[in-house]
């Protein structure tokens, strides 16, 4: 069966230092990774995918086969972005059945 | 994106009754919904894939006869949890998916209660 971990629950960084959230998943097939993110009082939301490879409010998040990751990255990070962040995987059919990381809290200080 | 709203927000009850919780698709036709639970301080799990007109897909471990799924319309999917006791207590989120190859909408969810 497939797996996300999230090894952090909480991250703290001051504002304009890096970010990198971690995420690990097995699955023997060829899943397909998202990042969501929950602001406080708000939905979960999509962040991004690995198939879009695209930059979302400057974050970044890379699909690395060989060591089964996709770490999220931010160079600069804002006040903003402080949320909870959810790494998940879907099976080759894109978008059903989304299995879910345990979360990462990022506070982002001042 | 698709907007997904929750009907109740909330709710509390006594336990041994049961609770009718509504998930729409506002803007779209929604032929799959998905269900999950999130214990405090805990990630999102899958319970159940709704498919309108048809049975719910259930996964391991969750009860379909306690956790009752209804997708009679393309924008309507009803969560019912039946006999609600204290262990049930817990955020449960719906979501849908777009067309196919979309991501997932998520609905805002509802806190239930059970004393």
């Known amino acids: 069966a497939q797996r996300v971990t999230q090894p952090e629950k909480l991250l703290s960084v001051f504002k304009g230092a890096p970010v990198e959230l971690k995420c690990n998943y097995s699955y023997s097939g060829s899943p397909e990774l998202f990042w969501y993110v929950q602001y406080s009082r708000q939905r979960l939301q999509l962040l991004l995918r690995h198939i879009s490879r695209e930059s979302i409010k400057g974050f970044t998040a890379d699909l690395n086969k060989g060591e089964t990751s996709f770490h999220l990255k931010k160079p600069f990070a804002q006040e903003e972005d402080s949320a909870m962040y959810y790494c998940?995987?879907?099976?080759?059919?894109?978008?059903?059945?989304?299995?879910f990381g345990e979360g990462t809290q990022l506070t982002v200080n001042p | 994106g698709a907007v997904v709203s929750q009907h109740p927000s909330w709710v509390i009850c006594k336990s041994g009754t049961s609770v009718k919780i509504e998930c729409r698709s506002l803007?779209?036709?929604?032929?799959?919904m998905f269900w999950y639970r999130q214990f405090p301080k805990q990630s999102l799990m899958l319970m159940a894939t709704?498919?309108?007109?048809?049975?719910?897909?259930?996964e391991q471990g969750v009860e379909k006869d306690k956790f009752l799924i209804n997708h009679a319309s393309l924008t309507l999917s009803t969560l019912t949890v039946t006999s609600a006791h204290p262990e049930d207590s817990s955020f449960y989120i719906c979501?849908?998916?777009?067309?196919?190859?979309?991501?997932?909408?998520f609905g805002p969810g509802t806190r239930l209660t059970v004393l």
């Open positions: 709704s498919n309108e007109g048809s049975k719910a897909t259930y």
């Open positions: 979501s849908t998916e777009g067309v196919p190859g979309d991501t997932q909408y």
């Open positions: 803007d779209f036709q929604a032929t799959t």
């Open positions: 998940a995987l879907s099976k080759e059919t894109s978008g059903s059945r989304l299995t």
